[in-house]
């Protein structure tokens, strides 16, 4: 007699929980930020430097636009950017923490997240400018401080998510945001007592991670908030113990690998 084994059909939640999302927001954003630079290069060709310089600050985040009434500048500045690795680093960036993020939350609320990230990163770099911690004729863009933000939701909404962003290795997504985040802070008060300036505005960074934690804590609730704290004072506490691994790693990222590219 033989004897077969009854074949199990897989259940619905089964079948869920092996599906693969397409995060179809931010994949729109990602081109839209593609044809945002395509113009950016197809006006600077047809017109010339000086000319797309004036068109491109009329639309990037300065004071001068806010007091002549141009207040869309707060959206329209993180769509440009300044060259290639600096498009694609942000739109790897926005791939890694956008799709976390549109997992766990769906579009709508990625995509209020993504806007008001991008207002957040762009008062903290006017009030950086209002308090003489930046220069006050600054003129910035870029989808940092948006993805910032993102990055501030994903480490309450999906700590775990394994990204390989910004190292080229797997590593768990709330140890990303606690190095970039102790990293950015470093930087900008290095820069405030130093004086040196970098061409990066580390003030939208912070301000679009902090935007990021408190509206993490908001929709994941105080108590799973209270433990991702926790989590993360922990690895704060951990950090130093393998600070070699992280150099290591340091080593081996898109940072580098575009800076050796288009450096």
């Excluded at 908030?225 to 081996?252: D, K, V």
Aim: aromatic share 14%; net charge positive.
């Amino acid at each position: 007699m033989a004897f077969f084994k009854k074949k199990t059909q897989p259940t619905e939640s089964n079948a869920r929980k092996f599906k693969v999302k397409i995060p179809y927001l931010i994949i729109f954003l990602m081109i839209v930020i593609l044809l945002a630079y395509a113009w950016q290069n197809y006006y600077f060709y047809s017109y010339g430097k000086w000319l797309a310089r004036d068109q491109m600050n009329q639309l990037a985040l300065s004071w001068d636009n806010l007091a002549e009434g141009r207040w869309w500048v707060l959206i329209t500045s993180v769509f440009l950017h300044g060259g290639p690795d600096h498009l694609v680093l942000n739109l790897i960036a926005l791939l890694f923490f956008g799709k976390a993020v549109e997992d766990a939350l769906g579009w709508k609320k990625t995509l209020l997240i993504f806007l008001a990230g991008a207002v957040a990163g762009n008062l903290a770099v006017l009030a950086s400018m209002f308090l003489g911690l930046m220069p006050a004729d600054s003129v910035t863009i870029g989808a940092s401080g948006a993805i910032f933000t993102l990055l501030g939701v994903a480490m309450f909404a999906e700590p775990l998510e394994i990204v390989i962003y910004p190292f080229l290795v797997p590593v768990p997504l709330i140890l990303v945001a606690v190095l970039y985040t102790i990293y950015n802070v470093g930087a900008f008060i290095s820069g405030i007592f130093t004086g040196a300036e970098s061409g990066i505005a580390y003030a939208a960074h912070i301000g679009g991670l902090i935007s990021g934690i408190l509206i993490g804590l908001k929709i994941e609730g105080k108590k799973k908030g209270f433990i991702m704290l926790l989590a993360i004072l922990a690895l704060l506490i951990l950090i130093p113990m393998f600070w070699n691994i992280i150099l290591y790693l340091e080593s081996y990222n898109y940072i580098n690998v575009f800076s050796e590219m288009f450096g």
